[in-house]
């Protein structure tokens, strides 16, 4: 990977990068944080927090905006924020901001245009971690968090992947796309017609069929009760009612006053660090 930006932070190092991707066949950009450690110079090893944005995000927004490297550099954890989907010429794209670049929803897509470069899941769970353990001090040990759309890759990813991740996370996330308009769109565009197939993407869903039983003793979810996306989109309450029905542990906290922005992530990322710490140490 070739790095593009530098900075220091929290004693520890900030790395923005870029390499060619075999999986999506474009160039990928991400950032990288390795927290100081005892001795101070990042030598390591330390596990990962993978961060997933949401729509319309590229790898920039969470890295200057989330306030996790405090808390990172506190609990000694690497954190990595890749770009939302493949981007350039020759990459598919719509006019609307919920499909397309900065929206590739976690997926592999199966339909054209979208299936030559959008293969997001492919690239978190294979590529990216491939990369990180090899160029960066890791125990090869992670977790993965996120926020709306990013939030949706995270609770899938890590269902459909638990021998990947140590726990899983999520700030607002679409937490049933097969029920609601974003998801809808973006499923019916990149995986086509069939439904059964969507529903191997949607995280109440999964839930509720035990994916996460055995592999995760609580997932954490946040949620702001004046978010402007909660009754439509992101339907919390399916979440919930999937967890109970599968008797599995989750934990969505409704914050009084707080919106989709980053302000209400940056409220509680500290939160989200420390309880990935405590199981990424375990």
């Known amino acids: 990977m ?82 939302t989907s493949p981007r350039g010429e020759g990459v598919a794209d719509d006019a609307a901001y919920d499909l397309g670049q900065g929206a590739g929803f976690y997926v592999d897509a199966t339909e054209g245009p979208w299936a030559p470069h959008f293969r997001m899941e492919t690239y978190v769970t294979s590529e990216l971690i491939a990369l990180i353990d090899d160029q960066f001090p890791t125990t090869k040990t992670r977790s993965i968090s996120g926020h709306s759309m990013g939030g949706h890759g995270a609770l899938t990813l890590a269902l459909r992947h638990p021998e990947l991740f140590r726990s899983v996370s999520a700030f607002a996330p679409i937490g049933s796309p097969t029920r609601c308009p974003w998801g809808e769109k973006a499923f019916a565009a990149y995986l086509g017609d069939d439904r059964d197939e969507w529903a191997r993407h949607d995280a109440a ?56 922005s980053y302000f209400f992530m940056a409220s509680f990322m500290a939160d989200h660090v420390a309880f990935h710490a405590k199981r990424l140490r375990d």
Not at 2 to 25: C, E, F, I, P, Q
Not at 227 to 252: M, S, Y
């Open 205 to 260: 869903l999964l839930i509720e069929a035990g994916a996460a039983r055995g592999h995760y003793d609580d997932i954490l979810i946040d949620q702001g009760d004046a978010d402007q996306f909660l009754t439509d989109q992101l339907t919390p309450e399916l979440l919930q009612a999937a967890a109970e029905a599968a008797g599995q542990p989750v934990t969505i906290r409704m914050q009084p006053g707080y919106d989709h």
């Open 2 to 83: 070739d790095v593009t930006k530098t900075h220091a932070v929290h004693g520890g190092t900030l790395r923005y990068l870029k390499h060619d991707s075999a999986t999506t066949g474009t160039s990928m950009t991400l950032s990288v944080f390795v927290p100081p450690g005892p001795d101070g110079k990042g030598t390591g090893p330390f596990p990962v927090l993978i961060w997933l944005s949401g729509l319309t995000c590229t790898e920039d927004n969470f890295t200057t905006k989330g306030e996790a490297y405090r808390a990172a550099a506190e609990h000694g954890i690497i954190v990595v924020a890749p770009d």
